[in-house]
């Protein structure tokens, strides 16, 4: 039943498992708050020939997008069509979610935030997420920052599907 739900956000879920398993091979991670964002970051798989460490940086509002649009039976209505009760549909889903065109409740996907339906977007421009990522480094002080390579960015980020949200740099860690 919950097939449709899940497939729906596997970019979220790719980019947390990417997270998930740097973190369970004891590589570097960390979450910062800049301002108005919250900052969430982890070591990646290396690409292929790369001697650099790569970092993954996701960016977010710190208060989240708190369930733009939804109603109670928005909730109700995905709940049936998931086929199980609202409680756990919101423990599941959590709260940045959305209403989509068709009803319902939908994740607040990396896409979902790229079309803004999850509200107002970032506003980050690529220099301005690397350098706060390059900040959160310098006040965590296990990874140095290397000069931000836009190309690399571009080639990592338009891989992961998320080019709004975040931003990858080449790091050096301890």
């Known amino acids: 039943m919950f097939f449709h739900f899940i497939r729906g956000f596997g970019l979220a ?29 982890g070591t990646m798989p290396r690409p292929a020939g790369e001697r650099a460490d790569v970092l993954l940086f996701t960016f977010g509002w710190k208060t989240g997008s708190a369930s733009t649009g939804v109603s109670e039976a928005d909730w109700a209505f995905e709940a049936r069509r998931q086929g ?4 756990t549909l919101k423990t599941i889903m959590g709260r940045d979610v959305y209403r989509p065109a068709r009803g319902g409740v939908a994740v607040c996907t990396m896409s979902a935030v790229a079309q803004g339906l999850c509200g107002r977007k970032l506003g980050l421009s690529e220099a301005e997420r690397a350098g706060i990522a390059a900040s959160v480094l310098r006040a965590d002080g296990r990874c140095t920052a290397a000069p931000f390579d836009p190309a690399f960015n571009r080639r990592m980020s338009n891989a992961l599907g998320a080019v709004d949200q975040i931003v990858v740099l080449r790091a050096t860690c301890r």
Do not use: C, H, K, P
């Open 84 to 87: 199980t009760d609202v409680y």
């Open 13 to 41: 879920l790719m980019l947390l498992s990417a997270l998930l398993q740097a973190a369970q091979a004891g590589e570097r991670r960390g979450r910062a708050t800049v301002g108005d964002y919250l900052v969430n970051w």
